[in-house]
């Protein structure tokens, strides 16, 4: 199993929504192509429509604005439903952004890869996580 995190801010920072979930994956790869579909999956539930995906895995970046036919066919699956996805939103820009960057979702997703807080949280997110959240220096609410 692998844990995913992901971390939905505004664009002044202030987190609005998240979840950390366990997956099942064959490579650190699609873990990473996993935790992509599960934030847009997120944005899309929470009816945004400008979305800027960031990921500290350029090659899953990569992978996604690639041609799907020709990647790794383990991948096909999850690229194919991200492509569909993609549907879902007016303006969809992906960035990388180094480890450092990325923190927060890294955390959760370490987390969720011990068990541990498993859930999608609006606004509020699970008091376990907001000190992690708030290490970014970005806005974070109370639990």
Known sequence: MAG???IIRKIAGSCIGGLAAQVR???????QVLALKHGLL??????????????????????VLGDVSSSNWELYPILKDIRFL????????????????N????????????GMCLES?????PSSLVHILSRDGLPCPPP
Do not use: H, Y
């Open 4 to 6: 995913v995190g992901v």
């Open 25 to 31: 994956a064959q490579s650190p790869l699609m873990a």
């Open 42 to 63: 997120r944005a899309k539930e929470l009816n945004l429509v400008i979305v800027v995906v960031e990921s500290d895995s350029q090659v899953a970046i990569n992978s």
């Open 86 to 101: 993609k549907a879902s939103f007016t303006n969809l820009n992906w960035a990388w952004v180094p480890r450092e960057a």
């Open 103 to 114: 923190r927060s979702a890294d955390a959760v997703a370490s987390l969720a890869r011990k």
């Open 121 to 125: 949280w609006l606004v509020r997110p």
